[in-house]
Nanobody, 126 residues
Framework: QVQLVESGGGLVQAGGSLRLSCAAS????????MGWFRQAPGKERDFVAA????????RYADSVKGRFTVAGDNTKNTVYLQMNNLKPEDTAVYFC???????????????????WGQGTQVTVSS
């Protein structure tokens, strides 16, 4: 089992920045990819970004390219999502997820991940 805990969410004005953290514990040696997803009220859970656990590759949704950066620190078993130039449409609950089976490299689908955090709210005011 892998446990994931997100932190760093909050309320920010449009154009501002936030950094989300996702701390992993448990069988972290089994993790191959980490993903970030977000879900707005009444909408599906959408892919935001993903990173190989060794940091070698990343992938981003088109909507966040150039504004968000995903990075990892294996020494701390933590993945970060730096979010800059935030927009009101970025408002959502943000979830981190871990893939321990490597079915699809840097999957953009929630089904490609085995473990999920509880989520952290990000609200961007206009």
């Amino acid at each position: 089992q892998v446990q994931l805990v997100e932190s760093g969410g909050g309320l920010v004005q449009a154009g501002g920045s936030l950094r989300l953290s996702c701390a992993a514990s448990g069988r972290t040696f089994s993790i191959v990819d980490m993903g970030w997803f977000r879900q707005a009220p009444g909408k599906e859970r959408d892919f935001v970004a993903a990173i190989r656990w060794d940091g070698a590759r990343t992938r981003y949704a088109d909507s966040v390219k150039g504004r968000f950066t995903v990075a990892g620190d294996n020494t701390k078993n933590t993945v970060y999502l730096q979010m800059n130039n935030l927009k009101p449409e970025d408002t959502a609950v943000y979830f981190c997820a871990a893939d321990a089976n490597d079915r699809v490299i840097l999957s953009t689908s929630p089904s490609g991940y085995d473990y999920w955090g509880q989520g952290t709210q990000v609200t961007v005011s206009s």
